[in-house]
């Protein structure tokens, strides 16, 4: 079993994100792809996720999109290490997790930058890159 993580490619932060999950998803547990690439729409689109929403990680798992924070604790629970333990803050309510993953989802790109294309993965990786 494994689930697909969609993130936006052009995003500094998000890109250095995917390679801190590759680092410690040691299971392979994960398949990843850019929202603009043509799988990641389609994905979006058959969730009906509307990318003006959500355009930073969203995770499909077993046939479920999960977005926002959600999506991030869900994805924490799968990795190696004391990195699974924050899936723990999943108890803190939805509506007050979304207010500052929205916050810093919103800054993302002046915070740390945005790149002209979608990343491209090491040969080392790219068979977890959906295309």
Known sequence: MSA???FDGVCNFCNSSINFVIERDSK?????APLQSEIGEELAAKHNIDKAEV??????EDERAYTHSTAALKIARHLDGV??????????????????YRLFAKNRYRLFGKRDA??????????????
Request: aromatic share 18%; with cysteine; glycine share 2%.
């Open 4 to 6: 697909i993580i969609l």
């Open 28 to 32: 392979g547990y994960f398949k990843f």
């Open 55 to 60: 355009d930073s990680v969203i995770l499909i």
């Open 83 to 100: 990195w699974s333990w924050s899936h723990a803050f999943v108890v803190v309510p939805r509506a007050i997790r979304d207010v500052f």
């Open 118 to 131: 979608c990343m491209m993965p090491t040969p080392e990786i790219r068979a977890r890159f959906l295309t």
